[in-house]
């Protein structure tokens, strides 16, 4: 793995199990973005931009110098299917971002507790956000 992403996946492996943004300035319910944000800081010195808000972030991430869009998930990329970008109304008001990890695991903050968790899978994460929620889902490697 190259150098940059391995930083980037190790910082996301050490936040694991942990609340990244524990003094909860975003609500836990949709602290994805700002969760993704802080690892990147931790890791790089800046996040990547975007806040709290995975439209923006999406739109941080293509305007970035510093990732590039993939077609194919690998470990230390960032997934996001962005809020704004759903093809139709559906029960899944927000969408959300993560981190690959090993084996197709995806790591990324969990609305009900808070934490830093293995809590998708690329299928999980498909069927969720893709098939039921209409939102696409993009992936980005950090360069």
Known sequence: MEENRQKFYDVALSFLGKDVTPRDEIPDEVACAITINTIHTKAFGYPIGGGAST??????LLNSPFFVKIDLPEQGAVVISPTGYRSKKTKIEN???GCVGENG???SNDSKSGLFL???TLVSWRKRFVV???YPMYFFRRI
């Open 55 to 60: 439209y923006l972030l999406y739109r941080a």
């Open 95 to 97: 969408g959300h971002v």
């Open 105 to 107: 695991i995806i790591m």
């Open 118 to 120: 293995e809590n998708y």
């Open 132 to 134: 039921e929620g209409s």
